[in-house]
Nanobody, 123 residues
């Protein structure tokens, strides 16, 4: 059974940092592209970042480029999102998702999602 479990959310002041983690199990993690997607309160889903299976390729939404970094540790079956310089518009539930192949959109679609972790930015 595929499981994706996010952690690391919390309350941080504007300009602060958070490191989100996503522990993966039930599949060969190193073979698949992964993604972070967020949903702000009362809003729709927003794609944040993608990474391919071997970490050789990454992609970011313009809204987070230069502030967020996606990375993975295939030996630990874990995906990460380092979020720096957090802004008032960043609060959301952050979900990790698995792609159906080694790369990411548009080559593949997402097939499994975690339950999310809440990141809040407030002074």
């Amino acid at each position: 059974e595929v499981q994706l479990v996010e952690s690391g959310g919390g309350l941080v002041q504007p300009g602060g940092s958070l490191l989100l983690s996503c522990a993966a199990s039930g599949f060969t993690f190193s073979n698949y592209g992964m993604s972070w997607v967020r949903q702000a309160p009362g809003k729709g889903l927003e794609w944040v970042s993608d990474i391919n299976s071997g970490s050789g390729s990454r992609s970011y939404a313009d809204s987070v480029k230069g502030r967020f970094t996606i990375f993975r540790d295939n030996a630990k079956n874990t995906l990460y999102l380092q979020m720096n310089s957090l802004k008032p518009e960043d609060p959301a539930v952050y979900y990790c998702a698995k792609y159906q192949g080694a790369s990411y959109f548009p080559d593949y679609g997402m097939d499994y999602w975690g339950k999310g972790t809440l990141a809040t930015v407030s002074s």
